[in-house]
């Protein structure tokens, strides 16, 4: 990993971190899943495909559709998935926002 990288997803981090209105799966829960296996799963696959984004974000979007405290905002700072519109697929209660962390 560049040094670019790993400072824009500590920046990222930061913007987030503390917020108490993020709700995000704890380190423990990342650790404990396997995101190789999400990742390929016939049905990661063809949401992917029919959302148009990549297996990789799938499992975030099916996060923020399973919040049920109104309008969620994903923060991204994957640029292609902030291109995604989730209303275009019957999400009416997702947004999504680009984080530029290049600074």
């Not at 790993?6 to 913007?15: D, G, S, V």
């Not at 987030?16 to 995101?35: E, F, K, L």
Request: with cysteine; proline share 5%; glycine share 4%.
């Amino acid at each position: 990993m560049t040094q670019a990288v790993t400072e824009a997803q500590t920046r990222f981090a930061e913007i987030v971190h503390g917020n108490p209105w993020v709700d995000a799966p704890t380190q423990a829960d990342v650790t404990r899943m396997d995101i190789r296996a999400i990742r390929q799963n016939n049905w990661v696959q063809l949401l992917g495909q029919t959302w148009g984004i990549q297996p990789k974000d799938v499992p975030i979007i099916e996060l923020a559709a399973n919040v049920t405290n109104g309008t969620t905002i994903v923060f991204t700072a994957d640029r292609s998935l902030s291109m995604f519109v989730p209303s275009n697929h019957r999400l009416t209660d997702i947004t999504l926002q680009y984080v530029d962390c290049s600074n």
